[in-house]
């Protein structure tokens, strides 16, 4: 019953008051990109979603415009040379993720669900495949988000991605929601340009 009915309205409702309530915040970051760099203010990158299907996630800008469209950040040979100004802060804090609000909305993400991996990372989709990850919704966040983030390497990424597909409830969810605000607040785990392993 959660999972087909209760979690979607939570989405919905969540969502819709998050877009209004952070529509001042919405509108300053925009006009912030705007000033800083040519471009646009959205990035839309083709992600995976519930059973593989594709769809274009949403995020604020934070790099140049010349800047690879489809590579993961890890694997850019200097990511910091495309940054902009106020893309290095957007992503510190997180902020530019906000956007998924929208595809939270529209019933492309959750608000808790594995991150939507690139349409070309082959070795994400196959390992999370067989722990049956790709049969949810891509979330803003999740539990392996608050397990180990940027540092994770792809293989326990995707189990405990899987992990979160078997264990979906609402208890679990305010965990993986709590436990993000800690994350982000921390930047436990945040690695920029990270390329997936876990620090010794």
């Not at 991996?117 to 082959?122: E, F, P, S, V, Y």
Request: overall charge positive.
């Amino acid at each position: 019953m959660y999972v087909h009915f209760f979690k979607r309205l939570i989405d919905i409702v969540l969502s819709l008051l998050g877009i209004v309530l952070l529509s001042p915040l919405l509108l300053l970051i925009a006009l912030l990109i705007k000033l800083d760099s040519k471009g646009p203010v959205l990035f839309r990158q083709k992600r995976v979603g519930k059973n593989k299907k594709y769809f274009y996630i949403l995020k604020f800008r934070t790099m140049k415009a010349d800047a690879p469209h489809d590579t993961p950040t890890h694997l850019m040979k200097d990511p910091e040379a495309y940054h902009t100004r106020i893309g290095k802060l957007l992503r510190r804090t997180s902020l530019d993720e906000l956007p998924q609000l929208f595809n939270i909305l529209v019933g492309q993400m959750s608000i808790i669900g594995p991150r939507p991996a690139l349409w070309n990372q082959d070795d994400l989709i196959a390992a999370r495949d067989l722990y049956h990850a790709n049969d949810v919704l891509p979330g803003l966040t999740g539990w392996a988000q608050i397990n180990g983030r940027d540092e994770l390497e792809i293989d326990e990424k995707a189990r405990l991605d899987g992990e979160y597909a078997a264990r979906i409830s609402f208890i679990f969810d305010c965990k993986c929601f709590f436990g993000t605000i800690y994350t982000v607040i921390s930047r436990d785990g945040l690695v920029e340009g990270g390329t997936g392993r876990k620090q010794k």
